[in-house]
């Protein structure tokens, strides 16, 4: 039962990232009806946010220390933070050490942008091709955006550490009545989790609750009758882009102390985020999430060595094979609606 | 009288094969005329530096390719000449290699075999390079290894640690100076022994690849002759990345050990994450639950953070030696650099060292003289003490180092200290060994 309950809370962080991302894909799929190969590159872009964050808040000077000495012998270079000679030692290194969680407020502004650029600059100009050209414009595009990050921060994986407040797990086996220290979870994977709730909360909230969100619920419902009526629903889309973007902006921020940020993590993840929006049926938004959230489980279930045991390898394909059965049992996918993708 | 019978057609037909002959790749046509493949003709000789840029070992790689520069400086006569000056033998003279000013190729072979393959293959026939060297992946050494034997050059592996490398795929024309998995088994065994006693519970998490099988093989011989009971060995896909579903079961699996047969970028993730989860806190069957990790490097160490504090691995070399030759390279690399080398720039460094010495000793570059010159060589002031090029198995004996992460760093170069040199004679195995058995070095090839 304790493996059951720790595989379920092991899935349910990686599952958040693919419910984040497959959210992300889903809005612009639904309003825009444009098949965004990029959108792994915009969760790479996010955690890259963090990467600059924390090191511009780590820009430091040298000095000489001639009482202690280097690896060579030399009078050591002792190197301080301009944030801690600002703001003294102590409220320095917090904000330092709060890097990731600050920057949200620079992923926001930022994922907007680049998302309101990707559209007017180029998405734009493919919405009245085939979904193949889309794909190929924006698998393109991830491309080019992975090596200009390769550019700049190198090929390597770049350790961006949670705050030490939340480093240590959590004994969430004592509040369900098991021994000490038997379902252990790790603090920041709970903070993710609760953070992706918030977003998909809040996402779901602007669509639902304001006359925006009504609006573009209408136009993803049918463009053309919202657009008789008067209303220009294409500045309502590239804006459903840009919030698009900061969501796996910001699913990718949060992501860094999980996972070291590289060059290449976007596209990881992308492939596996098609698998959730196909198996959660295209242009669902509910659909995204709950196949984001069982795929994340299921994931974590079949590295269970129990399961390997019997299917060798099982964890390595289990995704596909999931989405192979849904698709042959449910060809609209779990929460698919009709007529999207279909001609 | 001889009667000389040419004919317009037959002047052609000779003429064309001589002129496609003529515009061979240089490593097919040159045992005609030198013996052996890419042999050098000007006033310089390529050597090809084959190292993961990118990937999950990358940081090792690019470390072992500032040591490659550092050691064509030195062969060529630049800088101070780092352990050229404490090498036991006294043949380079800083003029190149037989007087040949030395070049080189780079390659990023991404830390895949296919890559790494074309890549080699690409500096044997384009580039013309004599030697190749490189690798931070078993997988990667024995599929170059084998291109390397086929191709007729030498192959000098830097980090590779699987058994297998000069075990069952060993070849006459490559040679390793790192040392393997048994070695690091061998030497763990009685200091893990010391530290944790004789009743533990390991589960291993094992890359999956040559490299991860036989650690896993060699620690797992080595810890249960202690003792030890192995409750599971799990294998993990390289680069997985996360890998908390790996470590979840960890838990509550009656485990006190895990023993992580991981290396590079999926050692600092694994390790961290394994923190995470709080393995390190725990208490299970009366006892501290401990973390080892076999093999080290600093580069991981530095990775790792604050993780490793406390945690034992093995070495092959560390920059915190006191010996003349380790001196020697730490100040050339470190003022070149500005930090200290890793092992795996040592190793780097060390393998250009010795291939050009062969060569010197040989007097040529055939790589057959080059075999013959390393097979059984005897060297000191390399850092390590006194070290055998065993002709048997191609495999180098010295003494192994066992690690521990520092539990107080000073600076951020401290991540790890010395906790005991272990001396070679206890590393040391007949080449029939069956964890290396089924391998033959074969016969050298110079490319004819």
Redesign the interface.
Known sequence: MDAIILQILNGLDKGSAYALIALGLTLIFGTLGVVNFAHGALFMIGAFCAVSLSRLLQLSYTTIDETQKDFLGKPLKVETAYVESWFGPELGSAIIDWAVPLAILLTIPVMLFVGYAMERGLIKHFYKRPHADQILVTFGLAIVLQEVIKYFFGANPIPTPAPSAYVGSLDFGVMLGFDPNVIIYPYWRLVYFLFSLIIIGAVFAFLQFTTFGMVVRAGMADRETVGLLGIDIDKRFTLMFGIAAAVAGLAGVMYTPILSPNYHMGMDFLVLSFVVVVVGGMGSLPGAVLAGFLLGVLQSFASMNEIKAIIPGIDQIIIYLVAIVILLTRPRGLMGRKGVMED | MSKMNFSRRGVLKTGAIAGAGLTLPTYLRADAHAGFTNAPTGSTVKLGFNVP???PY??EG?DELDAYYLAVEHLNGGGDGGMLNTFSSKVLDGTGILGKKVEYVTGDTQTKSDVARASAQSMIQKDGVVMVTGGSSSGVAVAVQSLCQEAGVIFMAALTHSNDTTGKDRKRNGFRYFFNAYMSGAALAPVLSNVYGNERRAYHLTADYTWGWTQEESIKASTEALGWETV?T?RT?VGA??F???I??V??SGADTLILNHYG?DM??SL??AV???LR???VNGKQFEVIVPLYSELMAA?A?ANIQGVYGSMNWN?QLQDAGTQAF??SF??KYG??PSGSAHTAYVQTILYADAVTRAGTFNPCGVVEALEDFEFDGMGIGQTLYRGSDHQCFKDVLIMKGADNPT?Q?DTLEIVEVTPRAQVEYPDDHPMFAGGELGACNPGA
């Open positions: 840029q990118t990937g990358a940081q690019l599971q799990v896909p990345g996360d908390s579903s790996y979840a079961p838990l509550n970028g600092v993730n961290t994450q995470q989860f709080g806190d725990k208490m990775g953070g920059w730490v100040k470190g003022e930090r200290p600076n170069y």
